[in-house]
């Protein structure tokens, strides 16, 4: 099905109008002109679409947050009475209880600064929800706002004012060490999921810190290490989370270890203009721990907090008495902070609890069990194995699977749970019969593994902090083709930071990534693996097939982003080569059809609304995530297909429902660095929708009339 929209004159789109058939879009073979225009009308006649031109403005990221001005002339009242040694003070870290503390200036308390991304770090008394990782699985928005609201709700509790997370620094390489904190490979999802992250956390009246800004996907020579990433690389793929954060409102940036093209991030003028006045972010700029490389260098360039001592910004008085960092500039970096600080409501009400109350609950376990088990992601169900009948016996195998059950990963994402379910427990809560265990150690697993209807094996890939995973190996392939060989009913259970690769994958029969789930562990897997839940989790990240399928944490110092834009599932599709299991791809208990793909114009001058039918053909309710992908045309420069939208459904056995994903423009928009702004080509586009990256049974072209530059 091809269809015609134009964006005529400078910039024109479909805009305000009800769902067009494919002669009312336009006619064959050539650009839709508009005639009039004319916004948010209730119906067209069958031989016209009307049209309404848009801001070229809006092709560039919009931080302009509600509550920033107010809260910057607040500020401003605020240290209008300060000192100059009180500004200083205030610009960098001193000890205290937290792992980030700032002593108190008149008027203010002392600032106190908590990990993390995946919960409050280092104390206990907190729940141990499942990693960020996890969340992306479910590409659920709703539930994203809602676990970053109790994580932050948690840091509040123990008085911590500025949360130091979401982390969203892309999963470019699968053996990244901390690519379970973040959301994993695709630039688009891990935007939409650090927004709806970062409201949830600033709903608390704590300040989110969108880290590590930018470039920071490998852990190896992570201090130092300079990451070579072109102009349009950077801000089509790495930038936009932060772009995404920083127009939620997110009120402060932590600028990361390493170097981006030559230049440490702290001190790096280019990309620290990119986000103050580029994405247009008004809060302030937090050094990673110990990333501060130099004074004024990292002031001047728009650093405005130290941490966590003031190793640099300690001498800072006197290189503004010296005019090397103007006085302004100090006023800017002190406005920055208390604003955001007023802004997110921690400034007239801040914390009043402490490291040690106890701020975890019955609720958000609740929580942690129902994202856990929504992450949960089906990749392999041969022979409907799964669900279990709960009359099968069944032997768990491996320490993950009962002694050493995974909750989180390591570094400053680690949580310390207050227990974590294993899933032997939670499965013996199920079954007639008591199941059988055995570590996996010895040969005696064979005989057991043999003498049972079902054998799990269950396996801990460890990641953190610090250090790159050495391979995508599971550490227990052996043992897994040993069970493999003596059950041909043999369950694969993957507790993983990301990809893995699978040797032994035509040996078993199912394969579940359960990620870091969390301390309810046990409870979450046990409802998918008995059929109480139904999984509808789907790929974050990209399984390759080989090691060299995507790219290694390079231990030289410079770190060459090669690939730009082609990330993930993108660099296999240009390469033409499959994956072992692909981006957004996961299976359910029940089966989807997708049908009767129209069009109409979107909620905003420049959208464009894509409407489908979705039904649930099996035999039981299930959750389908709709994933639409976008291609560009060829001159474009744009990996085959793109994600840019998706859509969440909840089906009865049978049910229909109609969906909807809105495209804006800057949805069709490239960056062009030429100009140094974003553009949208004209040409031929395809919309593709479907369940993974590698299946979209509906699709359509367009023939679109660009914009010129934006200003």
Not at 522 to 528: K, M
Not at 572 to 586: T, V, Y
Request: with cysteine; aromatic share 8%; glycine share 10%.
């Amino acid at each position: 099905m091809r269809n015609f929209v134009g964006l005529a004159g400078f910039a024109l789109l479909l805009a305000g109008c009800d769902s067009p058939t494919d002669s009312q879009i336009g006619p064959p073979h050539q650009p839709w002109t508009p005639r009039v225009c004319a916004r948010n009308t209730a119906s067209f006649s069958a031989d016209t679409l009307d049209l309404c031109p848009i801001d070229p403005a809006s092709l560039s990221a919009n931080g302009d947050v509600n509550g920033v001005h107010e809260s910057e002339a607040r500020a401003k009242t605020l240290i209008a009475g300060w000192t100059e040694s009180d500004e200083l003070a205030f610009v960098q870290g001193s000890a205290g209880q937290y792992v980030g503390n700032v002593a108190p200036v008149e008027g203010l308390p002392a600032l106190s600064l908590q990990d993390g991304p995946a919960g409050v770090a280092r104390f206990s008394g907190v729940t141990a929800f499942p990693a960020p990782i996890a969340l992306a699985a479910t590409w659920d928005l709703d539930l994203v706002e809602r676990w970053g609201s109790a994580m932050a709700a948690e840091e509040r509790g123990k008085g911590a004012m500025i949360q130091l997370g979401p982390m969203m620094n892309l999963a470019r390489t699968p053996a990244g060490g901390r690519i379970f904190e973040g959301f994993g490979e695709d630039p688009y999802l891990s935007a939409a999921l650090a927004a709806r992250d970062v409201i949830g956390i600033q709903s608390q009246k704590v300040v989110a810190t969108a880290k590590h800004f930018v470039g920071n996907e490998q852990e190896t020579n992570r201090v130092g290490g300079d990451s070579r990433i072109d102009e349009r690389t950077l801000h089509e793929i790495y930038e936009a989370p932060f772009a995404a954060s920083v127009a939620a409102g997110a009120a402060s940036v932590m600028c990361s270890y390493n170097r981006v093209n030559g230049v440490y991030a702290c001190e790096n003028p280019e990309t620290l203009r990119d986000l103050k006045t580029g994405l247009a972010f008004s809060g302030f700029v937090v050094s990673d721990w110990g990333a501060t490389q130099s004074l004024e260098a990292s002031a001047n360039a728009g650093l405005d907090l130290e941490m966590p001592l003031g190793h640099w910004f300690g001498q800072l008085g006197a290189a503004v008495d010296s005019g090397a960092v103007a006085k302004t500039r100090l006023d800017d970096m002190v406005t920055r902070i208390v604003a955001s600080l007023a802004r997110v409501g921690v400034l007239d009400d801040p914390p009043t609890g402490t490291p040690s109350s106890i701020v975890t609950s019955s609720e958000h376990a609740t929580l942690a069990r129902d994202a856990a088990s929504e992450s949960i992601t089906l990749l392999k169900n041969d022979a409907q194995i799964l669900p279990l009948d709960p009359a099968r016996s069944v032997l768990v195998v491996g320490e993950a699977g009962n002694t050493v059950p995974s909750a989180v990963g390591g570094g400053s994402a680690f949580v310390n749970a207050p227990y974590i379910i294993s899933p032997l427990s939670a499965i013996n809560d199920r079954i007639g019969a008591a199941a059988t265990y055995d570590d996996g150690t010895t040969d005696s697993v064979s005989r057991a593994a043999a003498a049972a209807d079902v054998a799990i094996v269950f396996v801990t890939v460890p990641s953190s902090e610090g250090v790159d995973r050495p391979s995508l190996a599971t550490g227990l392939d052996d043992v897994i083709a040993k069970v493999a060989a003596a059950n041909p009913n043999t369950i694969v259970v993957l507790n993983t930071p990301g990809a893995v690769l699978m040797p032994w994958l035509d040996q078993v029969r199912a394969v579940l990534v359960d990620w870091y789930p969390g301390q309810e562990n046990g409870n979450a897997l046990a409802s998918v693996l008995y059929g109480e839940q139904n999984p509808s989790g789907k790929l974050p990240l990209t399984f390759p097939k080989s090691e060299s399928d995507l790219p290694r944490p390079e231990t030289s110092i410079t770190v060459n982003y090669d690939e730009a834009l082609e990330i993930g599932y993108r660099a296999l599709d240009a390469a033409g080569r499959e994956p072992l299991f692909a981006f957004g791809f996961g299976l359910s208990y029940t089966t989807f059809a997708y049908s009767n793909l129209t069009f109409a114009a979107g909620s905003a001058p420049g959208n464009l609304i894509a409407r489908f039918e979705l039904a649930n053909t099996g035999l039981r309710s299930g959750t389908e995530i709709a994933e639409l992908y976008l291609s560009f045309p060829p001159d474009a420069g744009e990996p085959p297909r793109v994600l840019r939208g998706f859509a969440r459904a909840t089906l009865d056995a049978g049910q229909t429902q109609t969906l909807s994903i809105e495209l804006t423009a800057r949805d069709f928009a490239i960056y062009d660095s030429s100009t140094h702004a974003w553009r949208v080509p004209s040409g031929h586009f395809q919309i593709a929708i479907g369940g993974s990256s590698r299946s979209q049974p509906l699709s359509a072209e367009l023939d679109v009339m660009g914009t010129g530059f934006a200003p």
